[in-house]
């Protein structure tokens, strides 16, 4: 063979090495969003110090998830995974952030889909309580509304729009936990939320859009939020896609606003396509402590 041929022979070689690492890395870059990503759960593990928790809820455990946008791409298995693995960190408070089902208006849920997620509701197991609040795709009709608010109720979920709740534990002390509607097709009421609310306590709010923090008075302690879905599709550089209404100032992740901590979920669902990079489904675990 010639210094020439031998010369053409590398440079296929080198480019066919080239095109089959290309096709490689698009390979798993294509299953990561489509397969992985939707489908692997990160449970973030967080300790929340603050002097305000009363003792006797010193240790306790609450368990917040958000988005599950059920019988679009959500099915049973991928719920039943996410039931589990919420039993599996014992919590003591569960907290769903609203966005049941995907467009459920567009594509009602059949009576056996209501009573597949009933029961798979059912399951999630705390002692102090379960509560939920309603997401922009819960709120798309007054038929929606309905047949959301009586699957919480069936699942032993409590409903809290607008108003607030004492959780005790054992004895006379309490903590506050807000519910309020969704800035998307809903209608916060702020002073109804916080009504008797005093300063001093120990208060949980549950936003479904995490925007609104910036509304909220000094009260609040903590704010739990989701609806962005972290981006759901995340760039290096140029960080998420897209956004959505109400949640363009807080993305994701751990925010401190006018001295509020504002935690939001990634979501465990997917919306439009079901596809995920880099903004995995989030199931958050926080133990209280009062620092003592």
């Known amino acids: 063979m010639t210094v020439q041929g031998e010369d053409m022979k590398i440079k296929i070689v080198r480019w066919l090495s080239v095109i089959l690492v290309t096709m490689t890395l698009l390979t798993a870059l294509i299953y990561e969003m489509t397969v992985w990503g939707p489908r692997r759960i ?6 929340l110090i603050d002097s305000s928790i009363p003792l006797s809820f010193e240790g306790v455990k609450v368990v917040f998830f958000s988005d599950a946008h059920y019988n679009k791409y959500m099915n049973r298995d991928r719920f039943l995974n996410v039931v589990t693995r919420i039993n599996q960190l014992d919590p003591d408070i569960v907290i769903f952030g609203g966005d049941l089902f995907d467009h459920p208006s567009v ?19 705390a002692p102090l309580g379960k509560y939920a609040v309603f997401g922009n795709h819960d709120l ?5 509304i309905q047949m959301i608010s009586n699957i919480f109720q069936a699942s032993g979920f409590e409903l809290l729009v607008n108003q ?5 534990n054992k004895s006379e002390s309490f903590i506050r936990l807000v519910g309020l509607d969704s800035q998307l097709l809903g209608n916060p009421d702020i002073n109804s939320a916080y009504a008797g609310i005093i300063d001093g306590e120990f208060v949980i709010t549950v936003s479904h859009t ?5 509304e909220l008075p000094a009260l609040t302690s903590w704010v739990l939020a989701g609806h962005s879905h972290g981006g759901q599709i995340r760039l290096p550089i140029f960080n998420e896609l897209y956004t959505v209404p109400y949640a363009r100032n807080y993305v994701s992740g751990e925010h401190i606003v006018n001295g509020i901590r504002l935690y939001i979920s990634n979501g465990i669902g997917t919306t439009r396509w079901d596809i995920r990079l880099m903004a995995d489904p989030q199931i958050h675990s926080y133990t209280l402590s009062s620092g003592r």
């Open 42 to 47: 990160n449970v973030e593990i967080v300790t």
């Open 210 to 214: 995490p925007d609104i923090i910036d």
């Open 107 to 125: 594509e009602y849920p059949t009576t056996d889909i209501q009573d597949e997620l009933t029961g798979l509701l059912s399951m999630i197991q």
């Open 164 to 168: 607030n709740v004492p959780i005790y």
């Open 140 to 144: 798309e009709s007054p038929r929606t």
